[in-house]
Structures are given as structure tokens and as C-alpha cells.
């Protein structure tokens, strides 16, 4: 029964605010908990001091790749630059292509099923020193195609292009955040 002091509403009032200074306690320790660990947010991976001012050295600059290079460096921090020379850290982009091939054919002898393969060459360095000595990192999807989508299935084959971009990116990214100091 209720209280005759307290009426039945401050009463639920109460409980609420009880509970939610338990939710917010709870997420306040999951919080502590999750960064004591090392997780850090998608797309957020803390760099080396050495990454402060970084210069992507690549022949194709528009690229998905290395747009997304660039994008995921200044997310965490670096600074980006177009003169290497002031670079404190480099990124060599020795390859970057993307290779369609067919993996199968119709009885007509027309393509049905194609894959990308993404493909990246790099190496880093800082100081005239090599952090990461150059190595290749690749990503590969499967695509059907059909001749009478034609239209689309470009604009898939495109996607997919991007896709396997970022997931490149997210490798290397893990990769330069792990040269700590």
C-alpha cells in the first residue's frame, strides 16, 4: 500500500530516477571498462606521434584508396601534407589497383559471375627510416552480372570498388596504429 505522506506517483518517480542513475552507473563502468582494454570507435585508431604531419605518396591520388587513406589520417589526428619534405612520417603507395576477372561463363558464352580483387603495395617511413618495410594487402568479392542489368551491375562493380577500398584502408590503418613511438 502507499504511503499516506508520499503520493503513489512520487513514489514511481523515485524508482525511475533510481534506475536510472544505475543505467548510467552501468554505462559509466562498461565505458571505462571498454577503454582500459584498447577498444577504440570505428574508424578511430590512435597513431604514433610520428604520424603528426604525414605525406601519402602515391601516383594515382584520386584513387578510393588513397582518398580513403587520406580521410582515415586525418580522422585520427594526422596532419596531412603536400610537400614530403616536412612529412615526419610517409606513406608509400607503391601499387593500388583493382582486377576484374570472370570466374564463369553462361552456355551462351557470356559472363555471369565476376571477381574483384583490390590490391595495395605500401610501406611506410619516418625520418628516413623504415617503420614498415613494404608489403601488399589485397581484398577480394564476388559479383554476378547479368547483360540485360548491364547498368546496374556497373554501378555494383563500382560499389564493391569502394568497399574493398575501406577495407584496405581499415588494414592499414590497424597497421600504422600499432608503430607506437
Known sequence: MCDAASPPGEKRGLRRASRRALLAGVAAALALSLSGCGFHLEGRAPLSPKFKVTFVDAKDVQSDFVQGLRKALLINGAELTQDG??????????????????????????????????????????????????????????????????????????????ALAKDLVDIIMRRLSSLQH
Not at 93 to 117: F, G, H, I, M, W
Not at 124 to 147: C, G, H, I, P, T
Open 85 to 162: 619534405s616536412r612529412a615526419t612520417a610517409v606513406v608509400h603507395v607503391v601499387t593500388d589497383k583493382a582486377v576484374q576477372r570472370v570466374l564463369s561463363v553462361s552456355p551462351d558464352n557470356l559472363p555471369r559471375e565476376y571477381e574483384l580483387t583490390y590490391t595495395v603495395r605500401f610501406s611506410v617511413s619516418a625520418n628516413d627510416k623504415d617503420l614498415l618495410d613494404e608489403q601488399e594487402v589485397s581484398a577480394s568479392r564476388e559479383y554476378s552480372f547479368d547483360v540485360n542489368e548491364l547498368l546496374a551491375k556497373d554501378n555494383e562493380e563500382a560499389v564493391l570498388r569502394q
